[in-house]
């Protein structure tokens, strides 16, 4: 075996092994819960998960670590403008992603961290940094010095000596020194919410929370971080800097990075507002397991193009094996073993892994099992597969449901999200609101819909909108 994962550090195909013992300690960049994540997000945690099952089938433990990012600019804006706590706020949005992970069958990282609980790990990083000089402050926010960290760029292969100050490559909207600078503790403004420290009141920039606790939990070294690719720079780029300028050690050893779910040729993204969630799909009558293959098929570091066709074949390719797994185990057959078929099974394994070995070739890995499944059908039909062979089959499909976990169908009371909860309907209107505040009436008129199919009633009020259920 040997196991390979492209590195975005090093732009090579690499063998990997843990660090230390037998345990891959694997940091993953979690949900921003301020809405619903759309599946283009759920790509990035599909390969996660496919990630996390490969390794666990080549014998490694797992120590895996994600972060849910619970406060945010965006989060507090809403929050506020619903009077609620951010607790309350954040709470429905976190329980939704999980109910979504859960039916799409991914499995759950062993420790998931919400920002906000690690607050105190985040300050002791920001103290580290300034004893050792990497940072300033500025009207109350405390910022991370780039220049003083030469290596910043090494991840996303960028040169950033020729960037003039004044040009923003950052989002954030705090005076700093230098255009690349960026913001680790946030000033405390107005009725936002804050967190006393000694540096002054505030709250975390969100490169920081994935640092501090990542660090904290798994140890100076990972050997995997993973995130989508929008993520390389700067949020990634910026991890490293506070990390190793605090440890002076490699901060990941293998950096992984899925490439986007499109539409239409764009990035699905919110703020484009051309993406689909979970939900919308499954109440359109999409089974969450033909989503999941969907996501799944194409190997991560390749762009997949969202298509209603591509989920039509995804049924098409799902029933074929269910077909083939009912043929296999209820066909009359010839008692005995034929030998050819006992090789033909563990060729197909032996692909299936080969493919998988070599940086997670979902793809290879698929075609090596619908090749089987073509050549074993074929042997059915010839009555050469005999009653023994039925073990050989089951093993090749074990070793691929392992991988896919589409097998099983989803029982019909799980795959619809049928009623909805007054706190998913709050949600919805509020992306309604800011929908149609950003003129995307495409999307408020989908939610409207949405919700009217729900049996949800919306009534435009100068008071802003009142609901009802029929
Ligand atoms: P966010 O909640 O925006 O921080 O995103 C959560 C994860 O989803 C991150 O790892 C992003 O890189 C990833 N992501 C966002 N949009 C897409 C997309 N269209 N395709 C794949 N991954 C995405
Ligand atoms: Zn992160």
Known sequence: MSLRFFNTLTQELEPFQPLKNNTVRMYTCGPTVYNFVHIGNFRTFTFQDILRRWLRYRGFALDHVMNVTDVE????????????????YTHAYTKAFFEDAAALRLEQPERVTPATKYIPEMVDAIEKLTAKGYTYTNDGSTYFRIANFPDYGKLSHNDFKGIRAGARVDQDEYDKADARDFVLWKGRKGDEPFWPTPFGDGRPGWHI??????????GETLDIHAGGVDLVFPHHENEIAQSEAITGKPFARFWLHSEHLQIEGQKMSKSLGNFYTLRELIDMGNQPEVIRYLLAQVPYRKKLNFTFDGLKAAVKSIERIRDFESRVSSAKLPPGKNESIAERSAAAIRQFEDAMDEDLNTAEAL????????????????????????????????????????????????????GLSDSEIDALIAERNEAKKAKNFKRSDEIRNLLLEKSILLEDTKDGVRWKRK
């Open 73 to 88: 600019d965006k989060i507090i804006l809403n929050a506020a403008k619903e009077h609620k706590s951010l607790e309350d």
């Open 209 to 218: 929370e994935c640092s501090a606790m990542a660090m904290s939990l798994l």
């Open 367 to 418: 075609a090596a099992i619908f090749e089987y499944v073509r050549a074993v059908n074929t042997s059915l039909d010839e009555n050469h597969f005999q009653e023994d062979n039925r073990w050989d089959a089951a093993k090749v499909l074990e070793v691929f449901d392992t991988v896919f976990d589409v097998l099983k169908p989803t029982p019909p009371s799980a795959a619809k999200t049928d």
